[in-house]
Each structure stands twice: as C-alpha cells, then as structure tokens.
C-alpha cells in the first residue's frame, strides 16, 4: 500500500460497508484497485454458504434467490452467494447485477485436472419482437418451467466461467429457467470438448472465449447481432432462422479470433431458414431454406463469407483469410456494412501486407483500420497467393489507422506506405502504438522532403489518445 492510502488501511468490515454503499457496477470495479481489494466486494455483497452438499443444490438456491430478488425491497449487500462445496473444495460464486446479468463463477475454488465433457444448453427463451414480428412460443413447450413470480429478476446476460465437468449438468439445468437472456457469455472452460446450444430464439449476443480443448460448437437459434470467438479454429455448425430473406447470418459484430491455429478436422458449417410469419398464434413457416452444407473447405469458406457479409465490426486473423481465399478462389462477396475492422497477424513482411490491401478491397465503406502484429498467431505455410505486388483501391469513407505490435518504425514505414494511398487526396491519418508506449502520428515533413527523402516519419503527438482509442474488440 502507498503511504498515503488511508482508506486501503481501515479494517475489512469498516471497507466491506463502504462498498455496500455503492451502486453494483462501482463496488465490484474496486476489485482492481489492488490485490488486497480483490475479493472485499464479494465479502461485503455475497453472502457465504459453507458446506453445501452438491452442485444441484447451490443452483436450486441461486433460482430461489432469483424468483425472490426484489431490486427494491431488499437488503443492500444481498446480491448473491459465495458456495462452498464440502466435497470437492470447489467454489461457486453466484451474483446477479442491476441491469440483469448473472455470474456463475467456478475459478475460485481448488482447481482440479481438467477432465473432458460436453455442455448442453437448451434455452427457453421468450421470442422478442423483433425485425418488426411479434414471434411467440407454444404454450406447451416441451422445456417450459414455471411461470416467473412478480419478483423474478430479469436476467438478460449470462456468464459461465470455468465451468467443469462436475458444474455442467448443473449449469444445463438452471439455463431453460432464464426466458429473458439476450447475452451468453462462456469462458476458460478447460475440458469442454463439445458446446451445444439449443433453442436460441430470441438471443443476440453469443460470446465464447479461451475453452482450449474445444473441439465443436453447435448453435440453433435466431439471427444474431454478435459472435464473438477467441480460440483454436474448430468445427462451426449454426442452424439460424431469420425473419426476413437475411444477407449475412451476423447484422453487427463479429470476433474470429484464430490466432492460436486451426485444429486438424474442423468445418464452418452456417445455415439460415428464411421466416415469414403466417396469422396462427404460435407458429411462425419455413418459407424458403438456404444453406450450405459444408462438404469441403470451398463451402465452408463461402459459408463463412455469407455469414458475415453485412457486419459493421469484425475481427478476423490474416492466414484465416488466406486458407480462405486459396481453398475457395476469388470471391464476388463484399463486406458492404463494414466500418471497423481489427487485422491480425504475425508479422509485417511483404506478402503480409499484400493480403491485407487483397481483404480492403472488399470493405469500400470502412472508416476505421486496426492492424496488429502478434508473433504468437499462429502462422500459415506460404501459400504465394500474395507474392504479387497489390495495388490498393482508394477507401473514400476511411478515416483513420490505428498500428500496434510493430517491433520497430521502419516496420511501421514500411507499413504506412503502402497504406497512404487509402485515403485518396486526404491527408492520411496513421496513428502508431509499439509495446505500450505512447502513440505516435503520421506526419509530414518538410524537411526531408527538401532532401528527396521519403517525407513522412512518426512523431509523438499530445492528447492523441482520446481521439484514436483501441478497437472495441481489444479489451474484451
């Protein structure tokens, strides 16, 4: 502690009451303050449980307490449970937030060797109004449960961290109990070979992050507005029903980050149903089917294409693009909705940087340009698909450049001017970041133009954070 921290000194149970003092968001982002504020907000707002007997047990009390939570009427420091299994020495720590989101957390505890498993979620979700359809679910669903009291929270967002093969029969029987979940959220998983979801109408939101021994992911469920993903490239396979004749089967955001490698058998397999509603109470036709069955890599390439083709934000690794365009040839689809894009790849050499400005042609609306250089991503065998000099089309709507991980200036040079002629007559606004420094601009000097030398170089520029902040996707 500093020697000036007085607050840090005061005892626990004197800190544990001025967080419950907080609004929930606030109280839990005191966990960063330091090592000793790491756990005191779970101690003033959890409640302990010790010796509970199963897992079963503990998520048949987290749905009690969300049947009964009243966000109004109740205790200020209850917001959920700090599980202690007799047994296994496993934690759970259990908490719902203001707006709506549940955390199933299982890091805490002993962490044992991860053994194999799959995960099942059947979801049971109340069909949204959405894309101007009112669309409703049979009475008499087969996972129907019962009727949510007056008092039952809301929960729109779940995380499930760390769940194992002692939690995920559990965790499957609490998820067809929550009918208003919009977001899922399911990371650090080790073990987990084979994640399955089921019954996802009406979720928006599908988040999978670092479950290194995945193997599979299967989704059924409506058009989503986000998919993000960090991993090894495993096998996709999404069955997605849309109201209307969808373009790409993702409107807003995409994550492909495949920085660690394909596994060696995997598919991306996405198909849609296109869904006009008819004037029964509770059925919704299949009027027209499209898909694509993903045979070979050919399919599973345009699939991909297909599956993105209208997102505004996407994330996407530079030898994925690669294997895609060498297994499938030139490809007619343009990323016409794309304004973001985050590039990623291992190293800045020549053919690099011919792939890149090969993927911008299919992007004639971005605005904004993120390119980072990791030399842990895993890299592709040549393939000389871009051994050929490329010459860049001209981005009218692009604003800004935003480079990181370069490992010296000549590198971010060479870069920018291949970059340059992006932005047609405008001045080019290329930002550079290296191994956490401050940013530095390009800028144009005199100078060395005087001198016939390349008249561009890199300079620290005052308050240009503020204006050029990371991508969107680079802190989560």
Known sequence: MGPNDFISRLPDHILHHIISLLPFESAVGTCFLSTHWKHLWRQALLDSVHDVISMEAAIEAIQTFLDSFDEHHRPRNKWGSIFEFSHTRAVLVACVSTNGALQL????????????????????????????????????????????????VKVKSLYLISVSHLSNMAVSSLVPNLPFLECLTISKCNGLQSLEIKEAKGLRKLIVFDCPQLQSLSFEGSRLESFRYRGNLVSFRFRVSSSYNAVGLLSKCAVVDFRQGPLTQWKWDWNWNWNIPRLSQYYYSLYNEKHCSCADEYKCFHSFLRSIKVVESLTICRWFYEMLLCSSGDTEYYLGGLHELWWIDCSMERESINALLCFLKLCPFLERLYVTIDPQCYKLPSTEKFSALVIPDKLQYLEAVKLEGFADEEKEILMARRLIPLFEEKNPVIISKSHGKRLKHLVKVAKLEKMGKYPYKFKVVENVDQDFPDHVHMNI
């Open 105 to 152: 957390d299982f890091s805490a505890g002993k962490q044992q060797l991860p053994r194999p498993f799959d995960l099942l979620l059947e979801l049971n979700l109340v069909s949204p109004h959405r894309y101007g359809y009112l669309w409703r679910r049979e009475e008499n669903h087969p996972l129907q449960s019962k009727q949510p009291s007056l008092n039952t």
